[in-house]
């Protein structure tokens, strides 16, 4: 099993910056692909960014140029600044890894609020 527990959720104001940070624990070993999805009240969770092992990525079209992804190997922890928020980024944002066997896992989740 691994544990992902995140970190920076918060409230902020339209055009301000949050860092949200994910770390991984327990069985660690064979992790791909760290990454962020979020979720909105009343809409289906969507991927916002994803990072492999190796350092490609892939962004949400929504938030390229506003989000960067990021990931520490030595740490297992990806991170994910994210600028110039807009009201329409309020979500619960998980963490996610899959390991190269195909496994999924999920973080509790970190609540994001751009207030207006």
């Known amino acids: 099993q691994v544990q992902l527990v995140e970190s920076g959720g918060g409230l902020v104001q339209a055009g301000g910056s949050l860092r949200l940070s994910c770390a991984a624990s327990?069985?660690?070993?064979?992790?791909?692909?760290m990454g962020w999805y979020r979720q909105a009240p009343g809409k289906q969770r969507e991927l916002v960014a994803r990072v492999t092992s190796g350092g490609s990525t892939k962004y949400a079209d929504s938030v390229k140029g506003r989000f960067t992804i990021s990931r520490d190997n030595a740490k297992i922890t990806v991170y994910l600044q994210m600028n110039t928020l807009r009201p329409e980024d309020t979500a619960v944002y998980y963490c996610?890894?899959?390991?190269?066997?195909?496994?999924?896992?999920w973080g509790k989740g970190t609540l994001v609020t751009v207030s207006s």
């Open positions: 327990g069985s660690i070993f064979s992790i791909n692909v």
């Open positions: 996610m890894c899959d390991k190269y066997a195909g496994i999924h896992y």
